[in-house]
Nanobody, 123 residues
């Protein structure tokens, strides 16, 4: 069982930056592929980014490529999402996900999900 707790969300102006963190419980963090998803009001949840167990491979949605960076620190059981050049359309609740079974390409089927953190970008 893994518990995921996101933090770092908030209100930011368009063009600004935020860094989200997701802290995971347990001692097997390095065995999980990690990902970030988001859900805007009235819309379905969508994939944002994923990172492999060792952190040497990352995968991004086209909408955030070049602006967002996912990283992880296995010693701290934490995955990060650095968000730059934020746009109003990035406004959403951001969720962290963990999966022990698949790869970063299959993270949508993740076993564990956090409660989410709100990101609001004002234009």
């Amino acid at each position: 069982q893994v518990q995921l707790v996101e933090s770092g969300g908030g209100l930011v102006q368009a063009g600004g930056s935020l860094r989200l963190s997701c802290a995971a419980s347990g001692r097997t963090f390095s065995t999980y592929v990690m990902g970030w998803f988001r859900q805007a009001s009235g819309k379905e949840r969508e994939f944002v980014a994923a990172i492999s167990r060792t952190g040497d491979s990352t995968f991004y949605a086209d909408s955030v490529k070049g602006r967002f960076t996912i990283s992880r620190d296995n010693a701290k059981n934490t995955v990060y999402l650095e968000m730059n050049s934020l746009k109003s359309e990035d406004t959403a609740v951001y969720y962290c996900a963990a999966d022990s079974r698949g790869t970063s390409r299959t993270i949508s089927n993740a076993e564990y999900w956090g409660q989410g953190t709100q990101v609001t970008v004002s234009s």
